[in-house]
T-cell receptor, first 109, second 113 residues
Framework: AQRVTQPEKLLSVFKGAPVELKCNYS??????LFWYVQYSRQRLQLLLR??SRESIKGFTADLNKGETSFHLKKPFAQEEDSAMYYC???????????FGPGTSLSVIP | NAGVTQTPKFQVLKTGQSMTLQCAQD?????MYWYRQDPGMGLRLIYY???????DKGEVPNGYNVSRLNKREFSLRLESAAPSQTSVYFC????????????FGPGTRLTVT
């Protein structure tokens, strides 16, 4: 079965430090991958998707098919980045989304 | 556009009681989803509806039923609530058959005592 893992439940970094939230998946095909974010007292929302290859709020994520990873990176963390981050996978365009367990990022001022 | 709306926002039930969580979207989306969010477990799919008139089980369907009333509305019913169903429930919708994003509702916090 397809699976998404996020090894860190909690991640704390200092403001201005680089941040990397890890995501690994198990699927032999070519999935579409997403990062969703949930800020405090806000709705879960899409941050970025693999197919767009764009940078949102300074975050980027590169799909590494060899390592089956889709890590989320930002060179300089900001306090407003503190949130819950979910990695998600979709096998095909017609399929449902599978979410990872989430990583809570805390940026220390 | 209100997006995805959910009612109620909070609910406390006693074991064995039943209730229905309501969800509606005004984006003319084909697909709708129900998730539960638990600490350390992330978001787990309960049921989804790829299009009006169809529903399918997700990862954790036991103890729940759903109804896709029309294209706009997708309800989740707990027939006999159990403490293990204490959770935050999220409804979401998406256009459906594309690499599209999901739009989430604000969530319902349910406590079963």
């Amino acid at each position: 079965a397809q699976r998404v893992t996020q090894p860190e439940k909690l991640l704390s970094v200092f403001k201005g430090a680089p941040v990397e939230l890890k995501c690994n998946y198990s699927y032999s095909g070519s999935p579409e991958l997403f990062w969703y974010v949930q800020y405090s007292r806000q709705r879960l929302q899409l941050l970025l998707r693999h197919i767009s290859r764009e940078s949102i709020k300074g975050f980027t994520a590169d799909l590494n098919k060899g390592e089956t990873s889709f890590h989320l990176k930002k060179p300089f963390a900001q306090e407003e980045d503190s949130a819950m981050y979910y990695c998600a996978l979709k096998k095909t365009s017609y399929d449902k989304v599978i979410f990872g367990p989430g990583t809570s990022l805390s940026v220390i001022p | 556009n209100a997006g995805v709306t959910q009612t109620p926002k909070f609910q406390v039930l006693k074991t064995g009681q039943s209730m229905t969580l309501q969800c509606a979207q005004d984006m003319n989306h084909n697909s709708m989803y129900w998730y539960r969010q638990d600490p350390g477990m992330g978001l787990r799919l309960i049921y989804y509806s790829a299009s009006e008139g169809t529903t399918d089980k997700g990862e954790v369907p036991n103890g729940y039923n759903v109804s896709r009333l029309n294209k706009r509305e997708f309800s989740l019913r707990l027939e006999s609530a159990a403490p293990s169903q204490t959770s935050v429930y999220f409804c979401a919708s998406s256009e459906g058959d594309s690499w599209d994003e999901q739009y989430f509702g604000p969530g319902t916090r349910l406590t079963v005592t």
